[in-house]
């Protein structure tokens, strides 16, 4: 596609549960990436994908939360039993190969967990 | 650790009126240096990057920036601003090959008076 999708745009969860969240990216892009942005914040990683392979998941706040791209394209990130620190915006990131290129972003997932 | 400081959370200014913005980063080597927008609800907009050469970068939407080594800055700067200027301003840095996955400043909340 012309740009990084994300879906759904916002997400109402109760606590405890789980949620998915999409991310198509740009079409040919090998990297990918996942931020989550908190309110007033700057994004802060979260994971990164080389291909299928996930390389580094440093940022992963807790073994709640999982993220997998098992074809190389679309990525999930999950979140299980959710808790109200997990309200935040994730947004996700492409980027081609090469070395001076730039990330493009989606428009993010807004979670708010009740 | 890598740090990137934006150190005004909030700035207005008047329409027509010039804009610096300031940031400065803390890292081992010279990093890949960027400045994303994000507007209300959106993802980030790319504003303009530095990988190498010139020193002085131009940037989408008539804005500029300049790197510094000396001094580890990254400001950005517009001559004039523009109503439709008024949103958050990221300034980003990222290392030098591997997943150059970018760490964040905390945003600038840039307002303009009419």
């Known amino acids: 596609g012309a740009g990084v999708s994300q879906s759904p745009r916002y997400k109402v969860a109760k606590r405890g549960q789980d949620v998915a969240l999409r991310c198509d990216p740009i079409s040919g892009h090998v990297s990918l990436f996942w931020y989550q942005q908190a309110l007033g914040q700057g994004p802060e990683f979260l994971t990164y994908?080389?291909?299928?392979?996930?390389?580094?998941k440093s940022g992963l706040p807790s073994d709640r939360f999982f993220a997998e791209r098992p074809e190389g394209s679309v990525s999930t990130l999950k979140i299980q039993r959710t808790q109200q620190e997990d309200s935040a915006v994730y947004l996700c990131a492409s980027r081609s190969q090469g070395m001076n290129t730039e990330a493009f972003f989606g428009q993010g997932t807004r979670l708010t967990v009740v | 650790a890598q740090s990137v400081t934006q150190p005004d959370i909030h700035i207005t200014v008047s329409e027509g009126a010039s804009l610096e913005l300031r940031c400065n980063y803390s890292?081992?080597?010279?990093?890949?240096l960027f400045w994303y927008v994000q507007s209300p609800g959106q993802g980030l907009q790319l504003l303009l990057k530095y990988f190498s050469g010139d020193t002085l970068v131009q940037g989408i939407k008539g804005f500029e920036a300049e790197f510094k080594r000396s001094q580890s800055s990254f400001n950005l700067r517009k001559p004039s601003v523009h109503w439709s200027d008024a949103a958050e301003y990221f300034c980003?840095?990222?290392?030098?090959?591997?997943?150059?996955?970018?760490?964040f400043g905390q945003g600038t909340r840039l307002t303009i008076n009419p």
């Open positions: 994908f080389q291909n299928e392979a996930q390389l580094d």
């Open positions: 980003a840095v990222g290392a030098r090959g591997g997943a150059q996955k970018l760490v």
């Open positions: 890292y081992g080597a010279t990093p890949y």
